[in-house]
Structure formats: C-alpha cells, structure tokens
C-alpha cells in the first residue's frame, strides 16, 4: 500500500506570504504528527492528532502556526506571514492504532520550504 | 521531561569496519527508544525500536541496538559497514504510556570510507 505522501515537495515563498502544506497519511492511521526539521534546531515536533481528541499543540512555535485534520484523515499545516527562519523541511507522519504503544511512526518524504 | 543525546555529530568507518554510534537518554517515565536512518533527501526510515521486551533489539540492514537501563544508553551498533550505510541516524524516545510524539536527539552523520 501506499507510504505517507506530501505536497508540495519543495515550496518557495515571499517573506510574509500564507504557506499551506499537505499531509496524507496511511489509510486507516489514526494518529498523525507535524515535525519540522532545520539546520539550527534539528528534528522538531510541532502537533499531533489522535483520531477525534483535541489536538497536541504543544510543539507549534508562534500563533503563525496551523494546522488541521479533516476527516480524520488529510492534514493541512498553515504558516501564515512566513519568516526567512520558517525555512525548513516539514515532515508529516502517522502511526497505527494497533501500534500505538510502539508509537512505530512512518514518515513523508517532507516539504522544503524555503522563505525568501 | 525527556530528552536524547547523541555522541559525535560527524562519525567517519572505513568499508568492513565496526558502526558505533552513541545515545544516550533522559527519562523521568520508562521509556521506548528507536533509531530512524534519512539517506539524502528522503524522509525519516525507521531501523529499530525498543519497547520494553527484549534489551537487545535487531533492525533492519544488520543494525542492533542495546538497551541498558544502568547507563541510560541506547547505542546502535553494526559489525560491518557498507558504502550503502552512508546516512544520517537520528535516536529518539517517547514515554511508554501517554503522549506519543518522538523527541529526537541532534543526529549523527555516517560516512563511510572505501
């Protein structure tokens, strides 16, 4: 079956414009995360979503960051009024109920956002 | 609170020689601990996990890791290197039981040398 895909893979922005990234995780994965990965800061974890539970912000750097899950399936993550240091790689994963103990996460292939 | 510490941002084998890279964690809760490999860019594969069963754990591509609770470490070990191993190797852990999200340590790049 297919892996966790994003979109877009790359994505170049202006200083101050909205960036949507997309996440889809495996079917029937009801556990999905946000991790950013950047020179500076290394592997990050920004939000994570278990079926129909409010959301772990926990990890979201400012009030810039979004994101949301519908249908308990496609995630959005949503930077608004980028910033040159929002430039990163963004990696989506999710996790099998089944797993959920072993928290064994599969991971995208990631968005490269570069702000400009 | 946890967090992970790899030992050696830059580790360098020759070809057939021992992988040793090193991990070490801070947990106040029992905690399960993996190694994920990224080759160039690809996402985040995941080699091995440990989850309280037993301490030495296989993965794949001849990677084990050992637990030990003592010294609080959780090294991944590979008795031979292969040019194909050349990667970046992050440790992570999460608490057993409650929150899920993975806490990374800084990574270690593998190169390897004919």
């Known amino acids: 079956g297919a892996g966790v895909s994003q979109s877009p893979s790359n994505k170049v922005t202006e200083k101050g414009k909205d960036v949507e990234l997309r996440c889809d995780p495996i079917?029937?994965?009801?556990?999905l995360y946000w991790y950013r990965q950047s020179l500076g800061q290394g592997l990050e974890f920004l939000i994570y979503?278990?079926?129909?539970?409010?959301?772990?912000k926990s990890g979201l750097p400012s009030d810039r960051f979004s994101a949301e899950r519908t249908g308990g399936s496609v995630s959005t993550l949503t930077i608004q009024r980028t910033q040159q240091e929002d430039s990163a790689v963004y990696l989506c994963?999710?996790?099998?109920?089944?797993?959920?103990?072993?928290?064994?996460?599969?991971f995208g292939p990631g968005t490269r956002l570069t702000v400009l | 609170a946890q967090s992970v510490t790899q030992l050696g941002s830059h580790v360098s084998v020759s070809e057939g020689a021992l992988v040793l890279l090193r991990c070490n964690y801070s947990s106040s809760v029992p905690p399960y601990l993996f190694w994920y490999v990224q080759y160039p860019n690809q996402g985040l594969q995941l080699l091995l996990k440990?989850?309280?069963?037993?301490?030495l754990v296989k993965g794949i591509n001849g990677f084990e890791a050992e637990f030990k609770k003592s010294e609080t470490s959780f090294h991944l070990t590979k008795p031979s290197a292969h040019m194909s191993d050349a990667a970046e190797y992050f440790c992570?852990?999460?608490?057993?039981?409650?929150?899920?999200?993975?806490?990374f340590g800084q990574g270690t790049r593998l190169t390897i040398n004919p």
């Open positions: 979503f278990q079926g129909n539970s409010a959301p772990d």
């Open positions: 992570a852990v999460t608490p057993a039981q409650g929150a899920q999200k993975l806490v």
């Open positions: 440990y989850t309280s069963a037993a301490t």
């Open positions: 994963a999710s996790s099998s109920p089944r797993g959920a103990w072993n928290n064994e996460q599969f």
């Open positions: 079917s029937g994965h009801t556990a």
